[in-house]
């Protein structure tokens, strides 16, 4: 699930809602590379979150960015500068306006899975 606004704003709310977290969508396939933006710093929960409910994956890439305020409304940036680099075949995004501006920047075919529509 999508992290509930003002949540993430605390660390403490924050990992505890990381651990609680509510799985949105399991794959039944490995996927070649995680994208998130997720701070580098919760690689261990997320890690965890991930091994709890089966998710199956080759790489793991988070934000290597030192605090959540250097990260306000550059997340979509952020997923483009990575996806320009490992090229991937197709794109998942839960936020429609950053499937859309990834769509944009990299041409690379992106669903937006919280509205089920595909920018390709």
């Not at 039944?28 to 998710?55: H, K, M, N, P, Q």
């Not at 483009?80 to 839960?94: A, G, N």
Request: proline share 5%; hydrophobic share 40%.
């Amino acid at each position: 699930e999508n992290c509930p606004p003002g949540v993430d704003a605390d660390d403490a709310r924050y990992e505890e809602w990381i651990h609680s977290a509510k799985p949105y969508l399991i794959p039944t396939f490995e996927i070649d590379v995680i994208l998130s933006s997720r701070l580098e710093c919760y690689r261990r929960e997320t890690e965890e979150w991930l091994a709890r409910y089966g998710v199956r994956y080759r790489e793991l890439m988070l934000w290597e960015i030192g605090s959540k305020r250097e990260a306000s409304g550059k997340h979509a940036q952020h997923k483009i500068e990575k996806l320009l680099r490992i090229k991937p075949e197709m794109f998942w995004e839960s936020s429609l306006v950053q499937a859309q501006e990834i769509w944009r920047a990299t041409k690379i075919p992106t669903l937006c899975i919280d509205e089920m529509r595909m920018f390709a």
